[in-house]
């Protein structure tokens, strides 16, 4: 029988590299998007009209899916970085996870403060934010479940652990 204690400290780490990592991606996606929108805006005479409106939204919507589709391919590479620059497979599992969760959330937040930024008066549209956060949450999910077999299979590739063969 094998006592496995988990490693809080490096469980800590990588969740914290994690949700960094998410974060800057995150930023780097909003400021892309206002400055998206921001050009538009002053590209389209009467960003006022309907047309102006209509491109800004499409923008914004585009903008926003983009960032819940990117969640899991940011779980997988952070995930695997830190699962091998580990050597524990339970806790660069659970730092996979729980880091690519709430880092996914820290992204999607950060992204979407920017774009509504962007929008600013232009509004007027009959959007309900509520329609977002179900597809926020339901993101989030496979972002985890990405971010913990990547993480375990990192640590899996970095050669400290041998890799469990069927017989």
Do not use: C, H, W
């Not at 949700?19 to 050009?39: A, E, M, P, R």
């Not at 403060?113 to 309900?128: I, K, N, R």
Request: aromatic content about 8%.
């Amino acid at each position: 029988m094998s006592t496995n204690i988990i490693d809080a400290r490096s469980i800590g780490k990588n969740v914290g590299a994690i949700v960094t990592v998410f974060g800057l991606v995150g930023f780097g996606l909003g400021i892309s998007g206002l400055l998206t929108i921001l050009s538009i805006k002053s590209q389209v005479s009467g960003a006022e009209s309907a047309f102006g409106q209509l491109f800004v939204g499409i923008v914004f919507l585009q903008n926003t899916y983009t960032t819940f589709l990117l969640g899991s391919v940011v779980a997988a590479f952070t995930g695997l970085v830190t699962g091998y620059a580990s050597d524990d497979q339970l806790a660069a599992a659970l730092g996979g996870a729980v880091g690519s969760a709430v880092g996914f959330y820290v992204m999607a937040v950060i992204s979407v403060v920017f774009l509504v930024l962007g929008l600013g008066g232009a509004g007027g549209g009959t959007g309900d934010i509520g329609n977002f956060i179900l597809p926020l949450i339901g993101a989030g999910i496979p972002a985890a479940v990405v971010g913990l077999a990547a993480a375990y299979v990192g640590v899996l590739l970095n050669g400290t652990t041998d890799i469990p063969l069927v017989e």
